[in-house]
């Protein structure tokens, strides 16, 4: 009871932990996607513990993958992007353009329903030349701007878009790694973020995003180069990074260790991340959303859950302990090609889940979302599919509220109700296509979005264009 009551009181002291540290000692201080302000967490709780068997990644941590169907759709797609290279298309140079609306379905060449365009930023003027790939944001705690963080092959763009019309780039972070690939990923945690790469040797940068305030509202004529604060070396590459900002770990997955399981580090104190804990029990976890679980199902409230997306299973974990992390579920479904990623309503009742494969390889090309009741973690249903009107891969989604927000490669930001959801069904409320070039199940077009900016504007990560901020109007 103590330290619910210490968490209460630091939270509704929140304007004055502008200038504390990352941590107390019993409680971690951090905004998230879900709030702007810094609130207090505890470090310790009942039923959880922080250190695994280990202090480092050593011995059967050190094993891959024994098989993934990853590995074998890398190739694929870095051959039709060197293809695409080949042929000029990757990436594609267009104008900066600002404030386009969607008129009678158009917003310039963009088809559209519901979702202006506030700005677009082409990817030579995010100090790159190679494609884009995810995307993040980060609203500073201080002064409430808003920062939209985007991946290239060769290092991360940080732009500035609290007056979306007119967004200022305020720098770029090479790389780490020794290869240039497309996959990124990065999440924040502490005004800090994390970047990973299946670039070799990358690693986990960590940047502290509080150094980017001197360059509020000045743009540079050449993108300013960053450098990074911090980084864990205790895997090499990898392929996507999940942040759970309420108990401060990062679990990293599809790396090189725990069989391309969860590689969990602790990250409570940012600039120094350590290895936490292993979890290989089911191999590849391709992406993963890990929540302290206030859901329906009272067995496990309180517990930290991963909800991991395990190629052809949706897989749930209790990682609590990170000594003795525990499978509750593995449920594979029809048509599974790809178990790719997913969310959770804010209820934590349903999920949305993508496939990433199965419009290219399943019995319809028309995107497939799959929704899921998680009422009881130890039995996931699949209660109903969402299939769009037109034929394009899904790849990242996100939910806020009452809508998903799909980045759907071809077919570009696909908004969905989340309301009907018991019964099957998440009509679509909005869209815009990001990608007029493409019209069907290839590898181009959006790759991630983010739409948790208390302005509601969304950014779009488009891989051969650069960034997009959108702006819905349906509501």
């Known amino acids: ?137 980060w609203t500073d705690p201080d002064t409430g701007d808003e920062i939209a963080i985007i991946g290239m092959m060769d290092g991360t763009a940080f732009v500035q878009v609290t007056d979306v019309v007119n967004p200022v780039v305020l720098g770029f972070l090479p790389q780490t790694g020794t290869t240039t690939v497309i996959w990124a990923d990065m999440k924040v945690y502490a005004d800090h973020v994390f970047i990973i790469r299946e670039s070799s040797n990358h690693g986990l940068q960590v940047f502290d995003l509080t150094k980017l305030r001197e360059f509020y509202g000045s743009p540079s004529a050449h993108v300013r180069q960053l450098e990074q604060d911090a980084h864990y070396d205790e895997v090499t590459s990898t392929h996507n990074v999940v942040i759970n900002e309420e108990t401060g770990f990062a679990y990293l997955v599809g790396t090189k260790t725990c069989r391309g399981g969860l590689h969990v580090v602790d990250i409570h104190e940012p600039k120094s991340p350590k290895y936490a804990g292993c979890f290989d029990e089911d191999g590849y976890t391709h992406d993963a959303q890990c929540v302290i679980y206030r859901g329906p199902d009272s067995k496990y409230t309180g517990k930290e859950i991963c909800f991991n997306y395990n190629e052809d299973t949706l897989t749930i974990v209790d990682v609590s302990d990170k000594s003795n992390m525990k499978m509750i579920a593995r449920q594979p479904y029809d048509n599974a090609y790809y178990t790719h990623q997913g969310w959770l309503t804010e209820d934590q009742t349903f999920l949305m889940l993508n496939d990433e494969l199965d419009e290219q390889r399943g019995p319809t090309k028309n995107t497939r979302t799959l929704l899921w009741s998680v009422e009881d973690l130890d039995r996931p249903v699949l209660v109903g599919s969402h299939y769009a009107d037109v034929e394009s891969i899904d790849h990242n989604l996100y939910i806020k509220g009452d809508y998903g927000y799909l980045a759907n490669y071809c077919s570009g930001l696909r908004i969905l109700t989340t309301k009907e959801m018991r019964e099957g069904k998440a009509p679509e409320a909005a869209f815009f296509d990001v990608a007029p070039y493409c019209d069907t199940t290839d590898f181009k077009g959006a790759w991630s979005n983010y739409p948790y900016f208390k302005s509601g504007n969304v950014v779009v990560s488009s891989i051969e264009l650069g960034l997009f901020m959108l702006k819905p109007t349906f509501e």
């Open 1 to 137: 009871m103590a330290s619910i009551c210490i968490a209460a009181a630091l939270v509704l002291a929140a304007p004055e932990l502008t200038q504390i540290k990352s941590h107390n000692g019993t409680h971690h201080f951090t905004n998230s996607y879900r709030h702007v302000d810094r609130r207090a967490y505890p470090l310790v709780r009942p039923g959880h513990n922080r250190t695994g068997p280990a202090p480092h990644c050593v011995g059967e941590c050190q094993q891959s993958a024994k098989k993934s169907i990853m590995h074998q759709v890398m190739k694929e797609k870095i051959k039709a992007h060197n293809e695409c290279v080949a042929a000029s298309q990757c990436p594609i140079n267009k104008r900066f353009m600002s404030d386009v609306k969607c008129v009678n379905g158009k917003a310039g060449e963009y088809d559209c329903n519901n979702i202006d365009m506030k700005s677009f930023v082409p990817i030579a003027e995010l100090g790159s030349t190679y494609d884009a790939s995810d995307s993040w944001g």
